[in-house]
């Protein structure tokens, strides 16, 4: 956050001793076990949409319907969103500033998390019905 | 000029440490930009996956718009930038955890690494609507 502008102090000095957020060593550490898992899952997702690109509807369901793709397709898009709000908040974070600062991240979160629930959601719903 | 007005209203501004205008471009510059970039896509990109895998959960119908979407000209160009993001993505992403293991950040390997990064995504790219297109 900007601060008030105007005051003697300098932004330095308004956070200096307050510490950090002790949340930065487990942001990174879950940025790169994810995308470790997306290099693989990603990889596996291409694989997966080359093999549905022939297909009608009924292949397309049936093939996504299999516990494994449906498995694998989880996994991808869990690791994915985490990965991509993660991402999206440090791109949020370095060029936004101010009060506009909280509602791009709160929209990030909440896009996010919608985007992930509608994926699960359908492929869920494409493997039980 | 605003710098008297400024002085008057308040402190002076902080002196700003100098970004991309002031450097030549180099090839790890541009893929470090490009590995931002591509994310970002990536990030707007899964909205077609999600659009897919509802249109497939729902019926023959919904996923009919879906696919006349995708195999239109605008689609497969969307597609077309997707596969490269994911790939040129992936790629930068490999490239950091040499990086985070220690190696490849020395003078002639740092610039080799982002070359492969750079022909390496737009060659999986390529081989892999290549098979896209035998398949079919």
Not at chain 1, 47 to 58: F, P
Not at chain 1, 119 to 124: E, G, I, N, Q
Not at chain 2, 20 to 35: F, N
Request: proline share 4%.
């Amino acid at each position: 956050m900007s601060g008030k502008s105007g005051g003697l102090r300098t932004p330095l000095t308004r956070v200096r001793f307050l510490g950090s957020s002790q949340k930065g060593t487990a942001e990174a550490w879950t940025i790169h076990v994810t995308g470790i898992a997306n290099v693989l899952l990603g990889l596996y997702f291409v694989w997966l949409m080359l093999d549905l690109v022939h297909m009608d509807y009924n292949g397309v369901r049936a093939t996504l319907a299999h516990p494994v793709p449906a498995i694998l397709l989880l996994a991808f898009i869990l690791s994915g969103i985490v990965h991509m709000e993660i991402g999206m908040r440090s791109i949020v974070i370095d060029y936004v500033d101010g009060p506009p600062r909280a509602w791009a991240l709160i929209a990030n979160t909440c896009f996010c998390a919608l985007l992930g629930l509608a994926c699960v959601y359908a492929t869920l719903r494409i493997s039980f019905t | 000029m605003a710098s008297t007005e400024a002085a008057r209203s308040g402190p002076r501004p902080r002196p700003l440490s100098p970004h991309l205008q002031i450097y030549k471009i180099t090839i790890t510059m541009v893929m470090s930009i490009l590995h931002r970039i591509t994310g970002f896509g990536l990030y707007v990109g899964v909205l077609l996956l999600a659009w897919f895998l509802i249109a497939a959960s729902t019926d023959a119908a919904a996923f009919g718009w879906f696919s006349a979407f995708i195999g239109s000209f605008i689609g497969q160009l969307v597609l077309f930038g997707f596969t490269w993001a994911l790939f040129n993505h992936l790629l930068g992403g490999i490239r950091h955890f040499v990086w985070d293991a220690g190696y490849g950040l020395e003078d002639p390997i740092r610039d080799q690494m982002a070359w492969g990064t750079a022909i390496g995504g737009i060659a999986l790219t390529l081989i892999t609507w290549a098979i896209g297109y035998a398949v079919r």
